[in-house]
């Protein structure tokens, strides 16, 4: 598939391994990279933005800005799109990778972000990925940027998923069997009983292929995808490899043997069971973030929180990833559901993800949280220890105040 949308973007045909230059549909970037891909446009002398309806500028890192220099990055980064024309999704509206897949996002695109999560589009058969800020720059001033083909990895699937257990602990698994660097600069392509895999679920496993070293993690576009796109006013065609497409690799997973599964601080692939980490104690729980905060994550803790109370002493945080999210979660009772059990409902945004503000841990403290990266500091304090689960996991974890098998928790 990576071969296919290159080659469809350079107007040739493409192999991986080839250094190639090609046309983006989308460039974006966050208020952490966006004010260094607009001095990146300046130094470079290049003017304005090549396609501006194509060039996005998000505010979701810090959101609301917690510190007056990052209030004047936001200014700068206004002051930029209003002489250029560039989009603006302003703070509240949501993370941009899940504000991409609600608004933006279509088969065969090619779409380049400032923000390594890029990779999340990939659920809808796109070739999207995280660039450095002069490559981004380059991309919206000159609405093209040079690329490596990469070689792919087969994914192939089959079975379903029992009760308790859901993507994230697929794509945990995956990571903790090849490595953080098992598929660096690969295409991850993903292939089999997909239907088992919503589209809230493939966006999930897309968004967390580079913490496998993966340069993205690619869905083909079938009957789920299309359906998305449908019930959101976009329309897109099916996509996919060719019939005896060739692999770097091939690797096969069994939905039905899959448990549920946490990472351990402080590497992603540093992964255990669920239900051998019982002696666990947690400060603060986290479910949100473009990793895992969609309406069905949501709907899965409230499910669960329902009538109920989470244990004393610990935080629970609840971070819808779009305004969207958070307003269909507050049609649905969902936010009702969260504070009466004793959590706190975060504005749209990153959160205590990127640990800017808004829940840093302090030293020593432990957090679950549904983000896709529990690296030292992460969280706001290097001193702080971060496990990383589905939203069915935190929830279960929040109830008892340790790391507990959510089906060990009756809803």
């Keep these: 598939m990576a071969e296919k949308i290159f080659s ?3 107007g040739r045909e493409v192999r991986a391994g080839e250094i190639v230059v090609a046309r983006v549909d989308l460039a974006f970037a966050q208020d ?8 990146q446009i300046e130094k470079l002398g290049l003017r304005g933005v090549a396609r501006p309806d194509a060039t996005l500028f998000f505010f979701d890192h810090a959101s609301p800005s917690p510190r007056k220099e990052l209030s004047d990055d936001h200014v700068f980064m206004r002051t930029f799109s209003k002489n250029t024309g560039a989009g603006v999704s302003e703070v509240g509206a949501g993370i941009c990778h899940q504000l991409v897949a609600e608004r933006h996002a279509a088969p065969g695109m090619l779409i380049v972000g400032g923000d390594s999560h890029t990779c999340t589009a990939g659920a809808f058969g796109a070739f999207a990925t995280g660039v450095g800020s002069t490559d981004v720059a380059v991309a ?3 609405g093209q940027t040079w690329f490596r083909v990469p070689e792919s ?5 089959t079975g379903r998923f029992e009760k308790g257990v859901f993507a994230k602990d697929l794509i945990l698994h995956l990571i903790g069997d090849i490595g953080a660097a098992g598929a660096t600069y690969q295409a991850l392509e993903f292939s089999g009983d997909l239907e088992a895999l919503d589209m809230e679920s493939r966006l999930t496993v897309s968004n967390m292929a580079v913490e496998a070293g993966a340069k993205a993690g690619l869905f083909p576009a079938d009957e789920i995808t299309l359906a998305y796109l449908e019930d959101r006013g976009r329309s897109g065609e099916k996509l996919g490899p060719d019939p005896g497409a060739s692999y770097q690799r091939s690797l096969e997973y069994d939905l039905g043997r899959i448990e549920p599964t946490v990472s351990k601080p402080h590497s992603v692939d540093n992964t255990a069971l669920a239900r051998d980490l019982s002696d666990v104690k947690v400060d603060q729980v986290f479910i949100g973030t473009c990793t895992n905060g969609r309406i069905g994550d949501l709907q899965i803790a409230a499910d669960m929180l329902a009538g109920k109370k989470i244990e004393n002493g610990v935080r629970l945080l609840v971070g819808p990833a779009s305004r969207e999210t958070y307003l269909e979660a507050e049609r649905h009772g969902l936010l009702r559901i969260f504070v009466e059990a004793g959590g706190l409902v975060l504005p749209p945004g990153c959160g205590p993800c990127v640990g800017v503000h808004q829940g840093a841990l302090g030293s020593g403290e432990v957090a679950l949280a549904t983000q896709n990266r529990n690296f030292k500091g992460r969280m706001g304090n290097p001193e702080g220890f971060i496990y990383l689960a589905s939203p069915a996991t935190a929830t279960a974890t929040a109830l008892t105040g340790r790391i507990t098998d959510p089906r060990k928790v009756t809803t």
Excluded at 153 to 157: A, I, K, Q
């Design 8 to 10: 469809a973007k350079c």
């Design 32 to 39: 952490g990279t966006g004010p260094l891909a607009i001095r």
């Design 140 to 142: 919206m001033a000159l």
């Design 153 to 157: 990895f087969s994914v192939e699937l």
